[in-house]
């Protein structure tokens, strides 16, 4: 086990850097951020597999019954031969988040413990290149307006899938506002 | 510290003029000898590589492919075998007429008007980098919230999916998707890559140069 630290002595509790230049917020210091991070990357993961394995929403016309998962969708655009915008929906809503909580799995383990850190430094970098292609939120809001759109024309249940999905969004919005990647960065230190 | 020296026309307010080259990657402060970063092994520049033409090139793509991605119809809903295509505007005024003005204001901002600031907006920066910025603190705060509400635009591909899995009752009711969807799956994905070659720096960059002609 990693050992809590320990803040009350800390300078640099709660400081803010930012440029003052364009007042871009450069750093913010958070007391045990990457320790957070660490049970929020957790949480994420095992969100992740209800999220996509339940039917996001479910619809009834008459009595005919129609449901779908994320993938559904991505299914039912490439055999429409918008192969294409499947793909973009695939990684934008289900691999890339996946691929970016595995990447802080990695990269915060090999922080505390000391292994695999020349891996680390590279799939950090790829996490930071990843961070505006995973739309978790927007895909959130989407099922949001379909719901409000279909209602008119059948009735329509919210799923289990969708309630999962807002889970994990909530970890992944909560890790962005916990990870400090400078003080991950400097945990991960140097080859010379 | 460097003291600001009051001879000097040109003060230090740069990393060039000290030698320090940041890289964007991982933000460690590298020397001019680095080429590539010792921490993380990307690439250090002074500023991106080939940043204005790349921007001016790719947001002019978006700026064609925006247009058949607002004519051409973005998905059709057939009832009892009639269909109707919609546009992402018809879309919109469909939404109107239901009575749901609030979803419909949200679905014209993210799809219509977002993607068309954004192309306005990333063609106003250009210009001002080549004319010289006179605000720059503004035009930084521009371009960061270019960057940030240029995702959000996905909303509508995000909607089409899950109604063409969801909707599909046959005869009483089936959506399919309309190929301005790749259009505008196209615009979306190149704002957002025109946004990311774009260096915010070369703004302060061109004022510093005005100020010092002056």
Known sequence: MVEMPVFDHDPEYR?????????????????????????????????????????????????????????????????????????????????????????????????????????????????????????????????????????????????????????????????????????????????? | MTEPDSGNPAPVNSGADLG??????CHRLCTVEDSKCPRCGSHVRFRKKDSLSRCWALTLTAAFLYIPANLLPIMTVSRFDRGRPDTIMSGVIELIHQGMLPIALLVFTASILVPLLKLLGMTWLLICVHFGAMRPNR???????????????????????????????????TVTAGPASFAFAAVVILTMWAAMSFDPRLLWDRRREKKSET
């Open chain 1, 15 to 192: 400081k803010q850097a930012a440029c003052p230049r364009c007042g871009c917020v450069l750093e913010s210091h958070r007391p045990a951020g990457v320790m957070r991070c660490l049970a929020l990357v957790v949480t994420g993961l095992i969100l992740f597999f209800p999220a996509n394995y339940y039917p996001v929403l479910s619809m009834d016309i008459l009595g005919n019954q129609q449901q779908s998962t994320i993938f559904g969708g991505v299914v039912a655009l490439y055999q429409e031969d918008y192969g294409v915008i499947a793909l973009l929906i695939l990684l934008s809503a289900i691999l890339i988040p996946l691929l970016r909580l595995l990447i802080l799995l990695q990269v915060i383990a090999s922080a505390f413990r000391g292994w695999g850190r020349r891996l680390s430094r590279k799939l950090l970098r790829i996490y930071a290149h990843l961070q505006e292609w995973g739309m978790l939120e927007i895909y959130f809001l989407g099922a949001l307006v379909a719901v409000i759109k279909l209602a008119d024309m059948a009735s329509v249940q919210v799923g289990t899938g969708l309630y999962c999905f807002a889970g994990l969004m909530v970890c992944e919005l909560l890790i962005s506002l916990n990870l400090n990647e400078h003080e991950v960065w400097n945990m991960l230190g140097e080859t010379k």
């Open chain 2, 20 to 25: 320090i080259k940041l890289c964007l990657d």
């Open chain 2, 139 to 173: 035009q930084t705060s521009l371009y960061r919230l270019i960057v940030w509400i240029g995702r959000w635009s996905m909303l509508d591909i995000f909607i089409i999916s899950i109604l063409v899995a969801l909707v599909q009752f046959g005869q009483l009711g």
